[in-house]
């Protein structure tokens, strides 16, 4: 297949006109959202002298997210994007700059403007992934719309933290947050007032009931916090086996080369026009990441972990375009912000144990024992995924089986 053809599937996507803005202060927004738990790390840590202190600003800050993301989500959804984001776009930034200015002088006000900071940090990737789901209708353009959203995802996470490094080196432990407010409100502000959804209506029988009844959406939300500890757990264990191996130098190089491959494949997928099912390519999707990753434990080589760690972050943009995509059927589009912002949250708590649990397990066991935990999170994943599957299949056996028990007794 030629290369025009296949970049015009991409082409289509842009043409819509709504394209440059969504992607544009989406990918603006999510830059923040990716160097922001760094840039605490560095400023409390430098300020405070207390790297126990910025590890609790930043688990703080992002659990506050988990547990508010999918609440705002639902008022997005209920009141329009425009009338939610732009005052949480200003909550976020005024909560920021108190961090900033509390570092040095109260922890309680410390930690309480964190939590607040984590709370109000607008879920860029759920807005921009809801605008896409409602707009467009052909299930072709709407998959390599969501590809092109985790390929920002990725691109973000391997831009965000290195330039949250960049500024830090340059201007001080305060310029990557500061740094961050800017493009929180150009993003947030940008994306509001483009917004469309501000007079839309919904159904009230779809918006009473949780999103956790829905079939298939439990396991699919608990195998995402699975994967949430790989996400966690990768940087830690790469970077001890690098300072074990007295490459420690190279470390942050082979944590940067991990979502390279994820990007990559991520805008090959959407080249794809696949038939199967969103919830099959997830499951499969997990499985080649448990395996790529439990290959390391075979062969724990220094001179080739950097080819295994860009094999196993293939199938990253796979599995979470397959997981969006997947959730988009499965919930009502009235519900869509809270449902992307829940899938966000559960990455975010599985990413925030996965750091602290490796974290320990590499203190005690060492670094490349850390891949035995990295493989148990993907199998996890892929088990419950697996499972959700399953149980699906039977509950739609059962429910055709009532619907034909019943047909037979009206006639």
């Not at 080369?257 to 990559?264: A, K, M, N, R, V």
């Not at 149980?391 to 056996?397: E, K, L, P, V």
């Amino acid at each position: 297949m030629k290369w025009g053809v296949l970049l015009s599937s991409y082409r289509e996507v842009l043409r819509h006109g709504h394209a440059a803005p969504t992607f544009g202060f989406g990918m603006v927004g999510r830059i923040p959202v990716a160097m922001n738990t760094v840039a605490l790390v560095f400023l409390i840590s430098t300020v405070r002298d207390s790297f126990l202190l910025a590890g609790i600003a930043s688990s703080i800050y992002t659990f506050s997210g988990a547990i508010v993301g999918p609440r705002i989500g639902r008022l997005a959804d209920r009141h329009g994007t425009r009338v939610v984001l732009l005052p949480i776009t200003i909550i976020n930034a005024f909560s920021i700059v108190a961090v900033v200015y509390s570092s040095s002088r109260s922890t309680p006000f410390l930690l309480f403007f964190s939590a607040l900071a984590g709370a109000t940090m607008p879920s860029f990737g759920s807005y921009t992934r809801t605008r896409w789901s409602r707009t467009i209708k052909d299930k072709r353009e709407l998959g390599v719309a969501l590809s092109l959203e985790s390929v920002a995802d990725e691109t973000a996470f391997v831009i965000g933290p290195a330039f949250a490094g960049f500024l830090f080196s340059l201007y001080g432990s305060n310029s990557p947050l500061i740094a961050g407010v800017v493009f929180t409100v150009i993003g947030g502000i940008g994306l509001a007032i483009t917004s469309f959804d501000h007079r839309v209506t919904y159904d009230g029988e779809q918006i009473h009931g949780g999103l956790l009844k829905i079939k298939y959406v439990k396991s699919l939300l608990a195998s995402l916090v699975a994967l949430g500890l790989l996400f966690g757990s990768n940087f830690v264990v790469i970077l001890a086996v690098a300072k074990e191996n007295g490459r420690a130098a190279e470390g942050g190089l082979w944590v940067g080369l991990y979502p390279i491959g994820s990007t990559i494949a991520g805008l090959i997928y959407g080249f794809i026009h696949w038939k199967s099912r969103n919830s099959i390519r997830y499951t499969l999707a997990l499985a080649f990441m448990t395996l790529s990753t439990s290959a390391i434990l075979f062969f724990q080589d220094i001179d080739t972990i950097v080819y295994f760690i860009i094999l196993s972050g293939i199938a990253i943009a796979p599995a979470l375009i397959a997981a969006n995509a997947q959730l988009k059927e499965l919930v009502p589009l009235s519900r869509l912000n809270e449902a992307f912002s829940l899938l966000g949250a559960s990455i975010s708590i599985g990413i925030t144990l996965g750091s602290s649990l490796s974290g320990a397990l590499v203190d005690r066991f060492g670094g490349w024992n850390g891949f035995y935990f990295m493989t148990a999170a993907t199998l996890l994943a892929t088990l419950l995924s697996a499972i959700g599957i399953n149980s699906g299949r039977r509950m739609n056996h059962q429910d055709g089986a009532l619907t034909i028990d019943q047909v037979g007794v009206k006639e």
